[in-house]
């Protein structure tokens, strides 16, 4: 690998509903994946200095996987910014009552449906993480609309926002002699085009997703914050609760 060892703090994601086994699962494979394609990458253009001519097939194996790799990432970021627009709208409705054993130990099948409802729960419980929510997906923007440019000049051979329009040479990359990664000329439209590197597209999502504390970590901290929140309120209703059943004794007799 690139970095010779990889600990978990290097795949583990920060943005919030990544807590999520399933969407973490899937953001480790996009970082891991990207480690190995580093060694690949940095290879390849070893191998490109040194003969001075483009090294095939080394170079058709990253164009592929690099391809690839940024299909998964864009994905992903779909699926994230989709539930987080879905568990907001979701937030406004009035809550449904709970299904007697829904308190259950929920099975691995059940597992999908219990993070949703718990970040459900979390976001009508606890005001802080909608702003947690909103700063996260304004701040994956800027990303993300650079990758779904790339996408749609690479599987759909499309302009982005101008449908039917073919891209300028889709799918055609060069190698970047800063990293060895694919760089591609994406046809924005309009005589307008942006140079992406599938290695810029990665530092720039490591630095934004990778490091501080987990969503794993962020999530748990809040639990533990609205169970006490909870018990205190519990603690203050039960005085209340006392003095209504003594007063209904009272009338009794």
């Known amino acids: 690998m690139a970095s010779g060892s990889i600990s978990f703090a ?34 390849l253009l070893k191998l490109y200095i040194g003969i001075e001519r483009t ?4 170079v058709l194996i990253v164009s592929a996987l690099d391809q690839m790799w940024i299909f998964a990432l864009y994905e992903l970021l779909r699926t994230w910014r989709q539930r987080v ?28 449906v219990v993070y949703r409802k718990s970040q459900l729960k979390r976001l009508r419980d606890d005001p802080s993480f909608e702003g947690e929510l909103s700063e996260a997906y304004d701040r994956i923007e800027p990303l993300f609309r650079r990758i779904e440019a790339l996408r749609m000049n690479l599987a759909k051979h499309e302009v982005p ?5 073919p891209a300028l040479a889709p799918g055609y990359g060069r190698i970047d002699m800063m990293s060895g990664s694919m760089i591609w000329q994406v046809d924005l439209g309009n ?9 810029s597209l990665a530092d720039q999502l490591r630095e934004i997703v990778v490091g501080g504390p987990s969503a794993r970590d962020r999530a748990a ?12 309120k519990s603690a203050a209703k039960a005085p209340k609760k006392e003095k209504k059943r003594v007063e209904k004794e009272r009338r009794r007799w």
């Open 161 to 165: 926002k101008m449908k039917g329009v």
């Open 55 to 58: 090294p095939f097939p080394d």
């Open 221 to 232: 901290d809040a639990k533990k914050k609205q169970i006490k929140k909870d018990k205190k």
């Open 10 to 43: 290097d795949l583990e994601w920060n943005l919030p509903l990544f807590e999520d086994l399933f969407l973490s699962m899937q953001g480790q494979n996009v970082m891991l994946v990207d480690f190995y394609l580093q060694d690949l990458e940095r290879d």
């Open 85 to 112: 627009r879905d568990l907001k709208q979701e937030a406004q409705k009035a809550p449904s009552p709970t299904a007697e054993g829904e308190d259950d130990e929920p099975g691995l099948e059940e597992l999908a």
């Open 191 to 199: 005589m307008t085009v942006d140079m992406v590197s599938r290695r």
